[in-house]
DNA sequence: ACCTTGAACTTGTCTAGAGGACTAGAGCAC
DNA sequence: GTGCTCTAGTCCTCTAGACAAGTTCAAGGT
């Protein structure tokens, strides 16, 4: 059986605060484990000796971090953490293109996972408003949009989309739903543009709907968002790519010169 | 006075969702302006007739996604949205330290903000020790630490903790709270050890109940938590900054060579 | 073999009330 | 003016109970 502590009443913290505390000290050193479920609340209440609104308000403080999932009429169960994957920042490194590899693939691997690409649509539209100015391009050019969905050993980790103007694309695989080894950057390079470098903006926030269905993940996980623009030696930019990750599956590193 | 609607008992969504709804509805059209307050939860009950758990679970509800923030004593009041600040990666480069400014005071001017830095801690304490390999120390060694919350137009935004090691830090104004132009950095150039670069390693997050106090967000609200460790010319790390940031208000900007 | 029913469990929602803690302002003493 | 107390208003926490709704499973009927 789990040994839950008790409640001090001298304690200046409410009891309900200490109660998510214990829980949350058995969930962080993994005497309940991802997708154990908690004592229910009336053995909650019977433990501790309070009411029930106060377990619910331990519970609920528990659900707001993320920590836990509620199912009606089931229970409450420790959120099951996918697989975190470390982004080293010579992740486009040319060797890895040129042995016919994409980033994705090289990462989960050196990271012990095993990739899947999924859910691939290609097409082919005019450029979003809010891309056209980094792609230097005008309201009515045309891009190859590439979607798509990662997972890591079965679990939905990322989805990408990728705009790549159609002058650049054009009569290469990219417009191919199988872009070919070494995945676009290759094609892309092959077309005559050497990559040169890219920038990246990253940042975070709460998932839609829609991302939370395709990333299979509950309510009260945050998202992190990357926005990369890649740019050949002429400082053209050749594809911006723009992906939504689940944020307990990533650290992002980079390297940052003092100059 | 605020046309608030009323709850529709025949609808299939509780009411106490109703009401968030309805409150949602009036901050999103502006008839609740930021900073302004809303009505009391004895009004709420008298308006809508409901019971003080139900008035309270719909502000539980605003609270979580970050769309108000209440005071204990004062009332509850819609969140004013911080600014958004871009952190791009040049943003240690010696030109600023040498004009004697530290990295969040020329960021937040150049973005026309008003910096403040708050709640400074300096103390002496042996290094965590998921911090020891990083900083090369060994489980007992003592470090500096300077924890600090950041301020842009008196809105918090960020709280950092450094962790110096005492060897490089004794007989600096690292460990004074006023640690001198152009910050931490600044004194540990001067003590002999010049940069070279930084590691940043970037995820995301649900904030912990403290975090969220300090930083005034509610529990809907994601950090972006930022782990920086400074190297000097000899890659020997001399600093690492534990910072997590509130999520909408930061986009960390960086820029990777191609290779 | 299949389906239905119901009991026993779970979490979800709501009511009605209590005392506590914090804030701001009014009024008073110095 | 300054500092104090008091008070009314605010949100915070907790209690005790009720009914609703979803899940599971076993007993019983077909």
């Known amino acids: ?42 053995e909650l209440i019977q433990h501790f000796g ?46 890895h293109r040129e042995q016919g590899k994409s980033a994705f693939l090289v990462e989960a691997e050196a990271a012990g996972h095993t990739p899947v690409v999924d859910q691939v649509r290609v097409t082919n539209e005019t450029v979003p408003s809010e891309l056209a100015e980094r792609l230097h391009l005008g309201m009515d050019d045309r891009v190859i949009v590439r979607a798509r969905r990662y997972l890591a050993d079965g679990v939905p980790v990322e989805i990408a989309t990728s705009y790549i103007p159609e002058t650049i694309a054009r009569g290469t695989a990219i417009t191919e739903v199988n872009s070919g080894p ?57 594809e911006v790519c723009d992906t939504v990750k689940v944020s307990h599956a990533y650290v992002l590193e980079y390297d940052v010169p003092a100059q």
Chains 1, 2 share one sequence.
């Open 182 to 238: 070494g995945g676009i950057y290759a094609r892309i390079e092959e077309a005559g543009h050497e990559l040169k470098h890219f920038t990246e903006e990253v940042s975070s926030r709460m998932p839609t709907p829609d991302e939370r269905k395709v990333l299979q993940i509950g309510a009260g996980v945050p998202v992190l968002t990357l926005l990369r623009t890649a740019y050949d030696m002429d400082e053209v930019p050749v």
């Open 1 to 42: 059986m789990l040994d839950l502590g008790e409640v001090d009443r001298s304690d200046d913290r409410p009891p309900y605060r200490q109660i998510a505390g214990l829980l949350r000290e058995r969930i962080k050193l993994g005497r309940l484990t991802p997708g154990e479920q908690l004592p229910s609340e009336s």
């Open 50 to 95: 309070v009411a029930r609104m106060t377990v619910r308000q331990a519970v609920q403080e528990l659900r707001g971090e993320g920590l836990v999932v509620a199912e009606h009429g089931k229970g409450v169960f420790v959120r099951s953490a996918p697989p975190v994957r470390r982004l080293a920042s010579d992740r486009f490194a040319r060797r």
